[in-house]
C-alpha cells in the first residue's frame, strides 16, 4: 500500500499529479461544442434522467469562445486561486469523443498548443467510441499525459435503464477492453444512490471495477438538478435522496473495495449549481471529505483494505 499523500488513506488524484509532476496540476473544463447521442436522437432525445441542459458542465464561460480564450481565462482564475502551475485541459461537457475524427483531431490540438497544458482529460459515453478515434486519443500520450473518462454510473443493467442511459454495461466493458489495448488511462465516472440499488448493489460496481483494471474512478452522488426529469420525480416523492452520513459510509466501504494503485478523481462534488435541488449538505464539499477521512481512520483502514487477492 501506497499513497502519495501520507495524511490521507486513499490515492488521491491531484495528489498523484503533482507526484509525477513535481507542482500543482489543475484540470481547468472546456466546453468544445459536443452534444451527446442521448439528447440528439440518435439514441434518444430525452438524455440522462439526471442530466441539465450543461452536460454534465457548469457553465463558467461566455458562449460561443474559443478553446484557447477558455483556457486563458481557466488558467489564469486557477493559478490566483489555487496556485497551480501545469494544467490539464477537460472536455467535460457532454460526449467528447461525438464527432468525426477529423473534428476531434483540430479540437485536441488547439488545447494542447496551449503552453500551460501539459495533458488533456476527455469526458465521453462508452457508446461514442471506436478504433479510430481511440488511435488519434492514443498518439497524444508520447508527448502528452492523457485520461479517457467514461460515464458508466452503475454496472447494473436495471440502473442503467432506469437512468436512461442508453447503453449497458457490457457496452462500458468492451469499450474499456479496446481502450486498454490502447494503453490509455481511463476514469470511469459512478453513481452512488441510485434508486434501487441496495450497499450490496453499489459495492459490487467496486468490485467489478477493481476486477476490470480502471486507472480511476470518479465517485459522484445521485443529484437532483432543477429542469430534468430527476426533479419531477423527487418532488413526487419517488426518489429517496443519500443522508450525508450514509454517503459517507458507503464512500468508505468502496474504497475498501479499489486496488490502491486506482487514482481517485473525485468523492464529492462541489453542490456549486444554482439549480442543484438536492441534497442540500453536499454544498459542504469538505466536510464531507473530512469525514470521509475520519471515517476511515476511525475504522483503521484505507483504500483496498478489503480487497481480495
Known amino acids: 500500500m501506497f499513497f502519495y499523500n501520507s495524511n490521507l488513506r486513499y490515492n488521491r488524484f491531484s495528489d498523484h499529479l503533482r507526484h509525477l509532476y513535481g507542482v500543482k496540476v489543475y484540470k481547468v473544463t472546456l466546453d468544445a461544442g459536443f452534444t451527446c447521442p442521448n439528447r440528439d436522437g440518435t439514441i434518444s432525445y430525452e438524455g440522462c434522467v439526471f442530466c441539465d441542459n450543461g452536460g454534465s458542465f457548469s457553465q463558467l464561460y461566455p458562449n460561443n469562445i474559443s478553446i484557447k480564450q477558455q483556457l486563458d481565462i481557466g488558467i489564469n482564475l486557477s493559478k490566483q486561486k ?10 467535460q461537457a457532454y460526449s467528447n469523443t461525438y464527432k468525426p475524427v477529423n473534428e476531434l483531431k483540430s479540437i485536441y490540438n488547439q488545447a494542447l498548443a496551449h503552453d500551460d497544458v501539459i495533458g488533456m482529460s476527455i469526458g465521453t459515453r462508452p457508446d461514442c ?17 492523457v485520461w479517457l473518462e ?7 443493467d436495471k440502473s442503467l435503464k432506469f437512468i436512461n442511459r442508453g ?12 481502450t486498454q ?43 437532483v438538478l432543477n429542469n430534468t426529469r430527476l426533479a419531477k420525480l423527487y418532488f413526487q416523492g419517488k426518489i429517496p435522496i443519500m443522508e450525508e452520513d450514509e454517503y459517507v459510509e458507503t464512500v468508505c466501504d468502496f474504497l475498501e473495495l479499489l486496488p490502491s494503485e486506482v487514482t481517485i478523481h ?14 442540500g449538505w453536499l ?22 483494505a478489503k480487497l481480495k487477492n
Open 82 to 91: 489555487y496556485k497551480a502551475q501545469k494544467f490539464l485541459a477537460y472536455f
Open 181 to 223: 489495448k490502447h494503453n490509455i488511462n481511463v476514469c470511469a465516472h459512478i453513481i452512488l444512490g441510485l434508486p434501487n440499488e441496495t450497499r450490496n448493489d453499489m459495492l459490487e460496481t467496486a468490485k467489478v471495477l477493481a476486477d476490470l483494471g480502471v486507472n480511476g474512478v470518479k465517485i459522484h452522488l445521485l443529484c
Open 150 to 156: 467514461y460515464g458508466l454510473q452503475s454496472v447494473h
Open 266 to 279: 473525485r468523492l464529492a462534488g462541489n453542490g456549486l449549481k444554482p439549480n442543484m435541488l438536492a441534497p
Open 283 to 304: 454544498s459542504k464539499k469538505f466536510v464531507v471529505l473530512n469525514k470521509i477521512d475520519k471515517l476511515l481512520e476511525l475504522r483503521n483502514s484505507y483504500q483496498g
Open 167 to 178: 447503453h449497458t454495461f457490457k457496452t462500458f466493458k468492451n469499450a474499456l477492453e479496446l
Open 129 to 145: 467510441i471506436d478504433e479510430q478515434k481511440l488511435d488519434l486519443i492514443a498518439s497524444y500520450t508520447e508527448n502528452h499525459y
